[in-house]
C-alpha cells in the first residue's frame, strides 16, 4: 500500500504497468541479488568450496526478502548490498557464512540489472508487437481513404490514410527489430570480481576454474557474459540500450504530435478514443482535449533525455570504475522502461479506437485538393507542347485566385478557372482538365504500399514469435 506522506514518484502509481513496477521494485531487485548469490555457491560446491547442505539451506530461505530490516542495516553501513548479504547471512544458519565467496558488490548488481533489463524487454516487446498488428489493421482498412497531406503545415497533395499510418508502422517496426537484437545481445558483467580480471576467482579455482565457473553461471542464469569487463560491465551497452528505448519514443512522439494537429477542430480527421464520463477541461466544459497523446509526448520527451546521461556514464567513468554514475542509474532504466510501458499501452488503446471523421476528410479535400491537381494539369499541357516555366505562372497566378476566393469563405474555384483559362486550354481540353482535378486518383502508390507495409508488419511479428 502506498504512503502519500511523502513523496512518491509518479511511476509508483501513474504510469506504466504493475508488472513493469514489479521488475524494478525493490523485492524483485533483492530476489535477483540472492538468485545470483545462491547460483554462484551451487556452482563453487564443484571445487569443494560450498557443501551441498550449506547451499540447501541458502535455497531454503532465498525468498525470505526483508526489505525493512535491511534498509535498517543499511543505515549504518550505507552499503545497499551488503545491507541486503547481512540479513541474507543472517537467515541461514548453514549456509550464511560462504555467500558472497570471492565476488564484489557488482559481480551482483549489474548482473542483476542486466536480469531486470531482459524481464522489461521481455515484457515490452509483445506489447509492442500488439501496437505494431493494431496498426497493420488499420492500415489495410484504410489503405485507400485519400486525405490531404500537408508540407510545412500547409496542404500540399493528396496522399491516403493507410499510408501515412503505415509510415508509423514502418518506424515502430524498425525500432521493435532494433530491441530484439538488444535482447538477443544484451550480457551482464560475469564473475570478475573488484577490477575485472577475475584474480579473486582464479585464487581460489585456478585459471581454468575460474572459466568454468563464469560458463556454468551463464548457463545457469541464461545471460551471456562480456568477455572484458572493469568493476562494471561495459556502461556503452547502457547507452545502446536507452538509445534503442529512445528512438522507440521518438517514433511515438511524432504519431501523437500529427494526432494532436489532425485532432484539432481546424482540421479535425482524427482523434483519440474519448469515454462519456472524461472530463477535457476544468474550466470549459465543451474541451475535448487529446491528453492521452499529451501525456505520450510529454513523457517521449523525457525518455529523450536518457541516452545522454548513459553517454555520460560510458564515457566519465574512469579507469576501472567511479561511482559518479550509481545514484543516477538508479532511476535511469526503472524510469525509462516505465515511460516506454505507458507509451506503448496508451499508442495500442489510441489506434485501436481512433476516431476517423471521413465527412472532414472530404470537406478538406474538396478545399485544398484542386491545389494539387494543378501539377497535374501542368505536366499535361507540358506534354502537349505548353512551356514549363510559362504554364507554371499561368497555374500560379490562377491558384492565388482560387486563394483569394477561398479566404472569402467560398467554395474552391480553381476546376473552372483552369478549364476557361485559354492559355491552359489551348493545350488541354477543358473535359480533360476537370478530370485531372479529381484529386481522388492522384494519390501515387500510397495504396499498393501501404498494404505491402501491413503485410511486412505481419510476417516479421509472427517470425519474431517462431
Not at 266 to 290: C, D, H, W, Y
Not at 399 to 419: F, H, R
Request: hydrophobic share 45%; charged share 25%; net charge negative.
Amino acid at each position: 500500500m502506498l504512503s502519500f506522506e511523502d513523496y512518491q514518484s509518479p511511476f509508483s502509481w501513474r504510469y506504466g504497468s504493475a508488472e513493469m513496477r514489479r521488475i524494478w521494485g525493490e523485492e524483485n531487485k533483492r530476489l535477483l541479488w540472492r538468485r545470483l548469490w545462491v547460483s554462484l555457491a551451487e556452482a563453487q560446491t564443484e571445487w569443494g568450496l560450498v557443501s551441498r547442505e550449506q547451499v540447501d539451506d541458502l535455497k531454503e530461505h532465498m525468498l525470505e526478502v526483508d526489505v525493512p530490516q535491511a534498509l535498517e542495516f543499511e543505515k549504518t553501513s550505507r552499503h545497499d548490498l551488503m545491507a541486503e548479504l547481512k540479513v541474507f547471512a543472517s537467515q541461514c544458519p548453514l549456509g550464511g557464512g560462504i555467500l558472497h565467496l570471492g565476488a564484489t558488490s557488482m559481480d551482483i548488481k549489474d548482473n542483476a540489472e542486466a536480469l531486470q533489463i531482459a524481464q522489461s524487454l521481455d515484457l515490452l516487446l509483445p506489447k509492442l508487437a500488439h501496437l505494431l498488428m493494431l496498426l497493420a489493421v488499420k492500415i489495410e482498412e484504410y489503405a485507400a481513404l485519400p486525405v490531404m497531406a500537408f508540407t510545412h503545415l500547409q496542404p500540399a497533395e493528396p496522399t491516403t490514410l493507410g499510408y501515412r499510418l503505415a509510415g508509423y508502422a514502418q518506424d515502430f517496426l524498425e525500432d521493435h527489430q532494433s530491441l530484439v537484437r538488444v535482447r538477443r545481445e544484451l550480457k551482464g558483467k560475469g564473475f570478475k570480481g573488484a577490477v575485472g580480471n577475475a584474480a579473486s576467482f582464479t585464487a581460489l579455482l585456478g585459471p581454468e576454474g575460474q572459466r568454468c565457473l563464469e560458463a556454468r553461471l551463464s548457463e545457469t542464469l541464461q545471460l551471456p557474459f562480456f568477455d572484458a569487463a572493469t568493476q562494471t560491465y561495459p556502461r556503452r551497452q547502457d547507452y545502446v540500450i536507452l538509445s534503442a528505448l529512445a528512438s522507440l519514443a521518438a517514433g511515438a512522439h511524432k504519431f501523437a504530435f500529427d494526432l494532436r494537429l489532425l485532432q484539432s477542430e481546424v482540421i479535425g480527421e482524427l482523434a483519440e478514443p474519448f469515454s462519456e464520463t472524461q472530463v477535457g477541461s476544468s474550466a470549459m466544459p465543451f474541451k475535448r482535449n487529446p491528453v492521452e497523446a499529451e501525456k505520450i509526448c510529454s513523457l517521449a520527451r523525457a525518455v529523450s533525455a536518457a541516452p545522454l546521461t548513459a553517454w555520460n556514464n560510458s564515457a566519465n567513468s574512469l579507469l576501472e570504475r567511479t561511482l559518479d554514475d550509481s545514484a543516477n542509474r538508479r532511476t535511469l532504466f526503472p524510469e525509462t522502461f516505465l515511460a516506454l510501458d505507458e507509451i506503448v499501452i496508451v499508442l495500442a488503446k489510441i489506434v485501436d479506437g481512433l476516431k476517423i471523421d471521413t465527412t472532414r476528410m472530404k470537406s478538406n479535400l474538396e478545399k485544398f485538393g484542386p491545389f494539387a491537381a494543378v501539377e497535374r494539369v501542368m505536366l499535361a499541357a507540358v506534354k502537349n507542347g505548353a512551356d514549363r516555366q510559362e504554364m507554371h505562372e499561368v497555374l500560379r497566378g490562377l491558384s492565388m485566385a482560387a486563394w483569394q476566393a477561398l479566404e472569402k469563405g467560398e467554395l474552391n474555384p480553381l476546376a473552372e478557372l483552369v478549364a476557361r483559362d485559354e492559355r491552359v486550354t489551348r493545350w488541354i481540353a477543358p473535359e480533360i482538365s476537370r478530370q485531372l482535378f479529381k484529386v481522388e486518383d492522384y494519390t501515387g502508390m500510397a495504396e499498393p504500399r501501404a498494404r505491402e507495409i501491413a503485410q511486412k508488419v505481419r510476417d516479421r511479428i509472427h517470425a519474431n514469435q517462431e
